[in-house]
């Protein structure tokens, strides 16, 4: 150890002398030639994760330059110099000061770093072993190594030599403390990929080279935190010889959901039949036995640990043994409590421990009833599952030293209907929501609920660059951030090419994502045997504004035919990668709307006796034309998901996607009057080649996106990405918007308001007020019991509707004013619409 800290002395004075030299220069600093490999000193003890950076970091120079990186013993020799500051003697910290790297702000940081150039040779000094790792990861970014270089299949480009700006420099810290995701419903992604790729180490369904795989995805995000897959048939993480080990190696902090306490896994690890029931108040010791052992096990994890404290049922059902409102509080104080005592025993003081407690489903009604959750541990709120959070900490709270976060599902599994085929959250709703989040001070934990990292793909990284730096985004830049990361993932001319087609593609989403086609809902016990309700009709009206329903697949058909142009552009290299992240997911959605959306024509059709009278030739070809569409697009769909799991990246992804994830109707083929055989289906997508136009038709409506505005409020800020109109408006409590419109003609007519289906998240009311002509405001608010069936119909289609009847209203000239009454209201269309009963699905503003 001393002969280390000689070196940091030496090499610390050197860097002393020559600084100013290097100032003085304006050639680029080469700290790789292609001849030689890019050596790298370590001027101080590192903690484990900065091996494993310095191994990703060899493999990273052998891909771009063909020699691997390698460790130096003599400072002298190294191009690349390390400091882990918090392993310096606090003398050599002015040492670095005299240099001018920013220590005392590094000091502050959470996980920072600060890369400079100083007298040939490039110097990374990390506030933690977390810091310097990501601190050496970032010159792989800038050699040119994608973070999705791996789950991405992106070969970087092959570059003789390296070289960067003499007077390069950043600085760089983590805005969350603990960044990372929660691996769940991994049954139909993650785990069947797993065992196809690895097979069963030591008989565990998940393998520890996946966890490796994952865990360096995590490290090059800079995330450093994860709830492992707990789902019956994964095995329980704990179980995996080596598991923690390797989490530790990498720095990601361990943690588990909100139904199991203590790093426990319960589906995995609680044996009934040994150990008796899962119940505190019948079988405690038991209970306490099955928690010691746990903390035992963790007490000198490196990398970590992320302690969530409570209890629920075994997997995530209620906690047994208690009924009333009252037993339940009592049992879950007690529960507390005494896990506080354990923490204590073990891991020592538990103000000094990551601790989290996650007020979710009747949680959070036990919490609000006076539970006492000690001020050091985190409250970790939650969004309703698809997107839109439900509660943040109140003024109290905030100032709770152990702070909040956010558990935020990008993926689900549940009510109405799950969402765990492709990943559509739209970027502007994360962005809405996260930075609400930080701005009431949920700057402790964020975890993302995806059921696969490759499939959650730039959700999961614009959460995770924002949880690394919440100025990376605004409201008016998430589209420019999209922007960029398409360009990085598949070069300048591709990514601008593509930039304005996957803006569409979102909306459509936004519109009505893939797996909510059906119309349907799950898990309906009080309806359906099976809980499963079957397919309907969607609400797409081929009568509505020039017929909304052939418009929305014609812009479907747009959009697939712009990603399947630009795939012959994209260099060979790059092909597997737009496959799986563009093509595939446009490709496969625009074939279930295509699916679903003929096989309502074909049920039209079919049903339209006074059109088959009339004239049946012509009704048998559009009846069997509609049924050919259909079933084609079902078979699409098999083509498609067949190259993804047999064919694309020579067989990498085997098993990873499922078009039929949990085998839900919507998946099914298409329900349909006729059934047509493949030769058949070839003939008849044939013969009806008549090309139609669906403009627009507005007649006896006014129709506007809330960002086509008059007037606005100095705080109203246009999200770009979010709701229909991919411009919904953020508007804080008392400002407005104000509207100008004409109508032709005098209309008995309403207004129909539409926002994103947000939460008040501040334990009150989400109410804003409509007034047109100066009328007194009607106030209506969103307010929306969880699971109650106005919440699903909001969630299922991103909006929810409130409508103003106006009467008569003159023709001429109007005025329209939306305010928000409350904070969290984003507005994202409104219509005036003269037929009050009109039968529709989308605002016509497109």
């Known amino acids: 150890m001393n002969s280390i800290f000689l070196y940091t002395e030496r090499f610390l004075l050197f860097l002393i002398v020559c600084t100013s030299a290097t100032r003085a220069s304006c050639q680029p600093f080469v700290w790789c030639d292609g001849h030689r490999p890019a050596t790298v000193f370590f001027s101080s003890p590192t903690d484990p994760v900065v091996d494993e950076a310095m191994s990703m970091f060899s493999c990273d120079m052998k891909a771009v330059t063909g020699i691997a990186a390698v460790r130096s013993r003599q400072p002298q020799e190294a191009v690349i110099r390390l400091v882990q500051l918090d392993k310096i003697r606090r003398g050599k910290t002015k040492s670095l000061q005299r240099m001018g790297i920013p220590v005392d702000s590094l000091q502050k940081m959470i996980d920072g770093f600060h890369i400079s150039v100083a007298c040939n040779h490039i110097l990374v000094v990390g506030s933690n072993g977390r810091g310097t790792a990501y601190g050496l990861l970032e010159l ?8 999705w270089t791996w789950w991405g299949d992106i070969p970087p480009e092959r570059r003789l030599q390296l070289a960067i700006d003499h007077r390069y420099t950043t600085l760089q810290g983590a805005s969350v403390a603990w960044r990372g995701i929660f691996l769940n419903d991994e049954d139909w992604s993650f785990r069947p990929w797993s065992a196809a790729a690895f097979g069963t180490s030591q008989g565990s369904t998940i393998s520890l080279q996946s966890y490796r795989h994952l865990f360096r995805l995590l490290m090059r995000l800079r995330a450093n935190a994860c709830w492992p897959a707990m789902h019956p048939g994964s095995t329980a993480f704990f179980k995996i010889p080596g598991a923690k080990a390797l989490a530790d190696s990498c720095g990601i902090a361990i943690g588990s959901s909100h139904c ?31 928690w010691e052992q746990r903390l035992k096990e963790v007490k000198q994890s ?16 209620s906690m047994e043994g208690v009924g009333t409102m009252k037993e339940k509080f009592q049992a879950l104080q007690q529960v507390i409590d005494d896990q506080q005592h354990l923490i204590a025993k073990y891991l020592g003081d538990p103000a000094q421990q990551t601790q989290v407690f996650i007020p979710y489903k009747e949680v959070l009604d036990i919490y609000n ?7 050091h541990v985190t409250l970790m709120w939650c969004d309703d599952n698809y997107g839109y959070l439900t509660r943040l900490s109140d003024s109290l709270e905030q100032q709770r030293p152990g702070g909040a976060g956010v558990y935020y599902h990008l993926s689900y599994w549940g009510q109405p209907h799950d969402y765990l085929w492709l990943t559509t959250t739209q970027p502007g709703l994360i962005y809405s929501e996260m930075k609400t989040a930080y701005d009431y001070h949920a700057r402790k934990l964020w975890i993302a609920n995806i059921h696969d990292p490759k499939v959650a793909g730039y959700g999961l990284e614009l959460f995770l660059d924002m949880a690394w730096d919440i100025r990376c985004v605004s409201a008016g830049t998430v589209g420019e951030h999209y922007h960029r990361w398409l360009c990085r993932q598949f070069g300048q001319e591709v990514g601008n090419k593509l930039w304005p087609v996957m803006c569409q593609f979102y909306q459509l989403c936004s519109e009505r994502k893939p797996e909510f086609m059906g119309w349907n809902q799950v898990e309906r016990w009080d309806l359906y045997s099976n809980g499963q309700e079957p397919v309907h009709a969607t609400a797409f009206s081929p009568n509505a504004f020039g017929n909304e329903l052939d418009r929305y697949l014609d812009r479907y058909a747009s959009v697939a035919a712009s990603v399947e142009s630009i795939q012959q552009t994209v260099c060979l290299s790059l092909g597997d990668a737009f496959f799986a992240a563009i093509a595939y997911p446009v490709l496969a959605a625009e074939a279930q709307a295509r699916k679903m959306l003929w096989a309502q024509k074909a049920c039209l059709a079919a049903n339209d006796d006074r059109f088959a009278s009339a004239d049946s030739v012509a009704w048998r070809t559009k009846l069997f034309h509609a049924c050919a569409e259909s079933q084609q697009a079902y078979n699409d769909i098999q083509t498609l998901t067949h190259r993804y799991n047999e064919q694309n990246s020579r067989g990498k992804w085997h098993s990873l996607m499922d078009m039929r ?3 839900l109707p919507v998946f099914d083929a298409p329900q349909l009057p006729i059934r047509l055989s493949n030769t058949q289906i070839g003939q008849w997508l044939d013969a009806d080649t008549a090309i139609a136009s669906h403009p627009v038709d507005t007649t006896g ?10 007037y606005a409020s100095a705080g109203a800020r246009t999200v770009s990405m979010l709701g229909h109109s991919m411009s919904a408006v953020w508007l804080p409590q008392g400002d407005s918007l104000v509207y100008i419109f004409s109508t032709p003609q005098d209309w008995d007519a309403v207004l129909r308001v539409a926002l994103v289906p947000t939460h008040p998240n501040d334990k009150g009311d989400l109410r804003f007020s409509a007034s047109i002509d100066g009328a007194s405001p009607v106030v209506f608010s969103l307010k929306e019991p969880f699971r109650s069936e106005q919440w699903k119909q909001n969630v299922l289609r991103g909006q929810a509707l409130r409508t103003l009847t106006l009467g008569n209203l003159w023709a001429g000239t109007h005025t329209l004013i939306i305010k928000a ?4 209201v984003i ?10 009963s009109r039968p529709f699905y989308l605002f016509p503003t497109h």
Do not use: C
Not at 140 to 147: D, I, Q
Not at 269 to 290: K, L
Not at 302 to 317: E, K, P
Not at 827 to 836: A, G, K, L, N, T
């Open 140 to 147: 792989s970014r800038l050699a040119g190594v994608n973070p």
């Open 260 to 290: 199991e306490p203590l790093l426990r896994n319960n589906v995995g690890e609680w044996d009934t039949r040994r150990q008796g029931p899962f119940n505190y108040i019948t079988n405690r010791a038991a209970v306490h036995d099955y």
């Open 302 to 317: 490196a990398g970590g640990n992320l302690l969530t404290i409570g209890m629920r049922g075994i997997h995530d059902g």
């Open 369 to 375: 009833m006076g539970l006492n959750v000690p001020d």
């Open 661 to 663: 994830p949990r085998k």
């Open 701 to 710: 409506a006014v129709a506007r996106n809330a960002s086509q505005w008059q």
């Open 821 to 824: 009454l409350d904070n969290h």
């Open 827 to 836: 507005v994202d269309q409104w219509m005036v619409d003269s037929q009050p």
